[in-house]
């Protein structure tokens, strides 16, 4: 099995498994500043998660509410959060959001327009004005499309099907990334001045997830945390209310909530429409939450579907609209299960959606505690608190990716010397070489479903005490456990030994998860502790987890007055709130 050493002088790489827009545009900023990069994914670059973000992208334009701005999005953003975003981490993001559109529309991506040229703006979840632009039901996919396109016009070198194992640390700074290639196994010893981590998530460790497989497994978390940096409110998840429960290999798809803004209704199996016991006012148009809390609850007390679901019917609605409307959660039910969604209603149940918690990073460049290292995107933290805002996550990754990636250019241009550390490099081939040479009884993927099982029993949508506990229990047998993987390569390449690396990741985030999890004694946004139900104003502060500190609380600076005074209650009538 051959090495493959990349090293550029005065290089700046950044390495991702999957979140690739955020990545791709810290790529071209870097790229733009005359700096070598590198992007590396573990998927195909065409097919990152970015591109399965259907609904939109939001930025205070103005295009349709000429009375809408950055402090209002902001203040929408914040009070969303319930208190626990960072306001400075807000305010890049919202202040930055128009200069984000403009630069996918310099990279010529085709938003929706009105008839006289300007942006389309609609409604999206919580915002008190329309400030959400789109491309039809698809605009992840474009973003990505975007940009991948302008990273061509630059020539920005991609390796796709590469799985980073490790970053190189010495002395406290990064200096590169080790991997393999996924069909080969060819290693890669990456030399970089700084690296950006574009990861995603770790919603992959519940049963039920909108991620696909592989995907979202806390890559960034284990990376990042091996690295020497620490993890920031691990234990917020936002669950999404509607993930189809059949077929397995598709079990989390998610239902787009266009299904329930058109008119969707949901009942549990007594035929009731369980939404008037839960928010009469606003019943199936509830924030995402609230649904998914409500549908649980349901579930839960005994009156879910056979299968432990509840239904979404939107049958009674005319044909037409459905197909002009919802054609791919038409197109969706019928390929996965054969459903025809005008005549039957759908079974669904809440999903592990989106990690709103991630590695500690410094609101204004997003660096980490480890010099050179800076992460975006889903894997990072501090934009969205204890709820998201549907839209931001897309805005976030243009703002950042191109903050990052001007500091990251900056820190590189800065550096006398390259640091290097022979025993860095050896461990990280240590470690690749003892996983290949296990040969023990426990089964990798056996494991990884151990522990989605033990998240999805104690640490889902509803949590407590002795659950929690339970779910630690439970997880220290399967660390155990995992001292006995055998990984077997096969002719279809090393995806096993990708696996035992997956499997390594989600253990780490399952115990942050948890741990935080124990910590955060209150109901706050989509943390619900059933034995504390209201929130303490003495938890209104992130909580940071490392394995050697465990978890720490960080205070949370307070709002500047001209956005707290726009931190009203958003009338929601007749909007889908995400």
């Given at each position: 099995m051959k090495t493959q050493a990349i090293g550029v002088d005065r290089g700046c790489h950044r390495t991702t498994s999957c979140h690739h827009g955020a990545g791709l545009r810290a790529a071209i900023e870097l790229a733009g500043a005359g700096v070598d990069v590198l992007a590396v994914g573990k998927r195909p670059k065409e097919d990152a998660h970015t591109a399965l973000a259907a609904g939109g992208i939001n930025a205070a334009l103005a295009t349709v509410d000429p009375e809408d701005s950055w402090q209002q999005h902001a203040a929408d953003t914040l009070k969303e959060s319930y208190l626990l975003a960072d306001p400075r981490t807000v305010e890049i993001v919202t202040r930055g959001a128009a200069r984000g559109i403009d630069d996918l529309e310099r990279y010529s991506m085709a938003f929706a327009r009105e008839e006289d040229g300007r942006i389309s703006q609609r409604f999206f979840g919580a915002h008190k004005f329309r400030r959400t632009a789109f491309a039809g039901d698809y605009t992840g996919l474009e973003i990505?499309?975007?940009?991948?396109?302008?990273?061509?016009?630059?020539?920005?070198?991609?390796?796709?099907g590469v799985y980073i194992t490790r970053l190189l640390v010495h002395d406290g700074a990064v200096f590169g990334a080790y991997g393999f290639d996924l069909a080969t196994g060819t290693r890669y010893l990456i030399h970089a001045d700084a690296v950006i981590l574009a990861a995603g998530g770790h919603t992959r460790i519940w049963r039920r997830t909108s991620?696909?497989?592989?995907?979202?497994?806390?890559?960034?978390?284990?990376?990042?945390?091996?690295?020497?940096?620490?993890?920031?409110?691990?234990?917020?998840?936002?669950?999404?209310?509607?993930g189809i429960i059949e077929p397995e290999n598709a079990a989390g798809t998610l239902v787009s909530e266009a299904a329930r803004g058109e008119g969707g209704i949901l009942r549990n199996v007594l035929g009731e429409r369980f939404m008037a016991r839960y928010d009469p006012d606003r019943m199936e148009l509830s924030t995402r939450d609230r649904v998914a809390l409500a549908a649980y609850t349901e579930i839960k007390e005994g009156r879910g579907t056979p299968k432990g679901g509840v239904w979404l019917d939107v049958s009674h609605l005319p044909r037409q609209t459905i197909m002009t409307r919802l054609p791919r959660v038409y197109q969706t039910l019928l390929d996965v299960q054969m459903l025809d969604i005008t005549r039957d209603p759908i079974e669904i149940a809440p999903t592990a959606h989106y990690s709103m918690g991630g590695v500690w990073v410094r609101p204004e460049d997003h660096s980490t505690d480890v010099r050179g290292l800076y992460a975006i995107g889903e894997a990072s933290s501090g934009l969205h608190g204890a709820n998201r805002l549907g839209g931001n996550s897309l805005i976030e990754l243009l703002v950042f990716g191109r903050i990052t990636g001007q500091d990251a250019a900056a820190y590189s241009q800065s550096l006398t010397a390259q640091p290097r550390s022979a025993s860095a490099v050896?461990?990280?081939?240590?470690?690749?070489?003892?996983?290949l040479a296990a040969d023990g009884p426990e089964n990798v993927r056996a494991l990884q479903r151990a522990i989605r099982n033990t998240m999805t029993e104690h640490a889902g949508v509803v949590r407590d005490e002795e659950g929690l506990r339970a779910g630690l229990a439970e997880l220290a047998v399967i660390e155990k456990r995992m001292e006995d993987v055998g990984v077997h390569p096969d002719i279809a390449g090393y995806q096993d030994l990708a696996h035992a690396f997956d499997l390594k990741s989600a253990a780490l985030a399952a115990r942050a998860t948890l741990e935080a999890a124990l910590e955060r004694r209150e109901t706050r946004g989509c943390h619900n502790r059933s034995d504390y139900p209201e929130p303490d104003p003495a938890l209104q502060v992130n909580l940071l987890w490392s394995p050697t500190t465990g978890i720490t609380r960080e205070s949370i600076p307070p709002v500047p007055d001209e956005i707290s005074a726009l931190m009203e209650e958003v009338s929601t009538q007749g909007k889908l709130v995400e």
């Open positions: 990505q499309r975007t940009l991948v396109r302008r990273a061509e016009q630059l020539t920005i070198p991609v390796l796709d991620s696909r497989r592989d995907e979202n497994t806390g890559d960034s978390f284990r990376l990042a945390v091996e690295a020497g940096a620490r993890l920031r409110d691990a234990e917020l998840v936002q669950f999404h209310p509607s050896a461990a990280a081939r240590a470690e690749m070489d003892e996983l």
